[in-house]
């Protein structure tokens, strides 16, 4: 087969939107010069990549296999033209960083730094659960994911960069927080505020609970930290969430943590990429500034825990 980088780039274009006025929008280029590309691409595949039905059309079974190599190609076009840039101009270029959605507590707080050491380099920022942070890494659509587990079914590198701890947080006027004893059964009795099945945060508050032969009594599930914290600090029970999570609200003490043994439960968060990416100049510059600072910075913000609550170190879990 013989055909253009070019006609490789319009038919992306064309296969990711499924639309050929808004490819040739996107690309700044006539609807006929689109389609005779595509044309002029079918040509030389042999085989038809599109089919219409009305007015809509569908990518083939070989158009739909050439779009997943256009998509690699691009992405690798990308990485070199970056890698040049950034050996002829120092560490500068795009970076492409996905977060899982609890790590936007303190993401704000790591990224702003980085950006003052290094002026040149634009940050692309996309906050996803765990299910799209996962897609994202497969299809090799990030330079570099932070998550609270890397997935075990894919081959990822990682590297821990800083503790991760989950607590039960009540508000003040919840009757357990007046309690000088708490048992881990008494507390499992109160009804919780927990993140749709699924989750991670709440696979491992199911999983130490079970570890100790107890049971999640589930009041309403939620698919918004955001919302778990305010239903909390209005009353409608507790809630387990990573100490990053609720750290303004525990500084301002609309919610407190409660001194339940065994936790809180210590994890790691990781920087993770695809064990076959490239990394760019500037996605190694990230990486070992992940590494070096990131203790530091985020260390300064934690907010310290209750000294009657016994830490507890394990692995696994993810948001």
Not at 134 to 148: A, P, T
Not at 154 to 179: C, D, K, Q, W, Y
Not at 214 to 235: C, D, F, H, P
Request: aromatic residues 6%; neutral net charge.
């Amino acid at each position: 087969m013989h055909f253009t980088f070019r006609q490789l780039q319009i038919f992306e274009s064309v296969a990711r939107l499924l639309n050929f006025s808004r490819a040739s929008e996107e690309l700044h280029l006539t609807q006929p010069a689109v389609s005779m590309q595509i044309k002029q691409l079918e040509d030389a595949v042999g085989i038809p990549l599109f089919e219409q039905m009305g007015k809509r059309i569908f990518l083939t079974q070989a158009g739909e296999e050439l779009y997943q190599h256009s998509h690699i190609i691009s992405r690798q076009m990308k990485d070199a033209q970056e890698a040049i840039e950034s050996l002829r101009e120092g560490v500068s270029g795009r970076l492409d960083i996905a977060i899982i959605s609890t790590a936007k507590y303190f993401a704000p707080t790591l990224l702003p730094r980085f950006c003052e050491l290094h002026p040149a380099v634009q940050l692309k920022l996309s906050v996803n659960n765990r299910e799209g942070i996962v897609h994202q890494l497969m299809h090799n659509e990030v330079d570099l994911v932070i998550m609270g587990q890397p997935p075990e079914a894919l081959g990822v590198v990682t590297e821990p960069f800083a503790r991760n701890a989950h607590i039960i947080v009540a508000p003040p006027h919840h009757p357990l927080a007046s309690m000088k004893s708490l048992t881990l059964a008494r507390v499992a009795e109160e009804p919780f505020l927990l993140r749709e099945k699924g989750s991670g945060t709440r696979q491992l508050l199911e999983r130490f609970l079970s570890s100790h032969g107890l049971m999640v009594n589930a009041r309403m599930e939620m698919s918004s930290n955001e919302t778990i914290k305010q239903a909390t600090i209005a009353g409608m029970g507790i809630a387990f969430l990573s100490e990053h999570t609720v750290s303004l609200e525990l500084e301002t003490r609309r919610l407190i943590v409660l001194p339940v043994p065994g936790l809180p439960i210590v994890r790691d968060w990781y920087l993770v990429h695809h064990k076959e990416k490239r990394l760019s100049p500037v996605a190694r510059a990230f990486k070992q500034f992940l590494l070096e600072q990131a203790p530091q910075l985020l260390g300064a913000i934690a907010q310290p825990l209750p000294p009657l609550v016994e830490k507890r170190r394990v692995k696994g879990g993810n948001h």
